[in-house]
């Protein structure tokens, strides 16, 4: 039996442990707020792993009627079969929104052929006399932390504008960065919503690193992950881990995961510090096959 310092199975979960909000969040929400006034619309990067709960209502309240674009990023680590539902419930929803991986740049250009309409339309809904287009385009980039928002400001420079890492909170400020005469970006903070409505929400921002591991501890997600694919059953998961069958208890699975990735003590005790590492790790570049966490709400639930 593996000794882990988690709570026992089915213990009342405590979702505060996920709350991580410091002070610059405040800040830099606030500082999106006085910007909002000088782009044209704002392009919101959610991860398409977590299509509803990576997006923030607090960020919506302070976009008010401001045009807005929902992109999806990371689709290539997303489970094909329910981004279709997904895609699904938002076109029902009506909100513009596009999912992409932002390492393809053929679909990046779709992304401002689409934020470029949105915003013509709405002039021309605001003044039907004006024939002509804008020419340029003001766009800012906001999300939670970690969602992909320098990566893809960098893919739309072709160069390292911005600085990028799998680490949340990277971008401590906001950053203007011309692409060409007809397009402006504005690179901000990442923000998380102050409350994790649910144990199971936060356990999802953990995984996918929209939190940081050092609030949370690498226990928990990497638990959470490994019963995720023993559920999932994915064939990446089972080869990675040379699992016979994913008919197995958590627990043995992590002893198989410790022998695969070489985390063995002395006497043959699995080094469970690193073993969560490699699980952290190995999801996160995508080594455990595509995912996604949660379903479409049912008609009639909380909104985009
Ligand atoms: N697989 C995959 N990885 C991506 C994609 N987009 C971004 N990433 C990775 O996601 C990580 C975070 O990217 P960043 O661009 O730094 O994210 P951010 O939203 O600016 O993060 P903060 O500044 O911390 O808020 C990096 O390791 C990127 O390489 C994508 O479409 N697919
Ligand atoms: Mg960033």
């Given at each position: 039996m593996i000794n882990h310092?988690?709570?026992?199975?089915?213990?009342?979960?405590?979702?505060?442990?996920?709350?991580w909000y410091p002070g610059h969040m405040a800040k830099a929400l606030r500082e999106i707020k006085e910007k909002l006034k000088t782009v044209d619309i704002v392009l919101e990067i959610r991860d398409a792993r977590v299509p509803l709960v990576s997006g923030n209502k607090v960020l919506d309240v302070t976009l008010g009627s401001k045009s807005r674009l929902i992109l999806l990023n990371?689709?290539?680590?997303?489970d094909p079969e329910m981004i279709a539902k997904w895609e699904a419930w938002f076109t029902e929803q009506g909100n513009p929104f596009i999912f992409v991986n932002c390492f393809d740049k053929p679909s990046l250009k779709k992304v401002i052929t689409l934020a470029r309409k949105i915003v013509e339309d709405k002039r021309r809904e605001c003044n039907p006399e004006i024939t002509d287009q804008k020419a340029k385009l003001r766009l800012m980039i906001i999300g939670l932390?970690?969602?992909g928002k320098s990566t893809i400001i960098n893919q739309f420079a072709n160069k390292k504008a911005t600085k990028v890492a799998d680490k949340p909170g990277q971008t401590q400020m906001q950053q203007w960065i011309t692409i060409d005469k007809d397009l402006e970006l504005l690179d901000t903070p990442g923000v998380m919503p102050p409350n994790i409505e649910k144990e199971e929400h936060g356990m999802w921002l953990s995984a996918i690193h929209a939190?940081?591991?050092?609030?949370?501890?690498?226990e928990t997600p990497a638990i959470f992950i490994v019963k995720y694919f023993l559920k999932a059953k994915t064939p990446e998961f089972l080869a990675r881990y040379k699992?016979?069958?994913?008919?197995?208890s958590v627990d043995e699975a992590l002893q198989q995961i410790a022998k695969a990735r070489g985390c063995i003590k002395q006497k043959g005790l699995p080094d469970l510090d690193r073993v969560y590492k490699h699980i952290l790790l190995d999801f996160r570049s995508g080594e455990l096959g595509k995912c996604c966490f949660g379903v479409p709400p049912k008609p009639a639930a909380r909104k985009i």
């Open positions: 310092n988690r709570k026992e199975e089915g213990a009342p979960p405590d979702k505060a442990a996920f709350n990371k689709v290539n680590l997303a932390p970690n969602t939190i940081p591991d050092a609030i949370v501890g690498e699992l016979d069958s994913a008919d197995i």
